[in-house]
């Protein structure tokens, strides 16, 4: 068993490797706007001398991607980036000043570096909110919300953070963050009780 323990995590490190390299061309693409043989090559270059040159930490991959989810997450979070776009232009329109934003704490049911991003980028993307801080080592995102002075859009707000964080678990979390989730399937039912 220890022997084909080093041939796998080599093999492993060796993919991780590649998708972390296409990402990274795929980011210097995206900066330049712009498809071209001259960027995708200074991309592929620059990718490696950047995993060459410097460290970075490995991102532990679970294993497992439900398809199924995974759409059901890409069309939510579609549905919510229309929405949420149409609603922060309301704001800047409507006669009615922008009510106070609040800084909100969200205590997330996964200990995941990758999930607990996926997350925070996906609650930055949709307009009205922006992750501000993190709290790695205690799994906790701090967000930036507009127009959140009331408890109920408080709720709200940590409401949408624990259901992107349900959505990516089921997608792409790794069973033990399944089964944090069927431990704690409603984060708020213990603030309820607690005040906040």
Known sequence: MNA???????????????????????????LWDSVSLMHVITGVILAFVVTRVF??????????????????YGLWFLYSLIHASVEVAWYAFRPRAVGAGSVIACDLRTSSDLLMTLVADTASLIPGSIIIDSDRAQGVLYLHVLDCDSEEKILSAKQLVYHIEELLIKAVGSHRDLAALKVDPDPLADEDGGGR
Request: aromatic share 14%; net charge positive.
């Open 4 to 30: 084909k323990r080093p041939r796998m995590t080599k093999g492993r490190s060796f993919v991780q490797q590649l998708v972390l390299v296409f990402f990274l061309v795929l980011l210097w693409v995206m």
């Open 55 to 72: 460290y970075l930490p490995p991102v532990v991959l679970s294993g497992r991607f439900n398809i199924i989810h995974a759409l059901n």
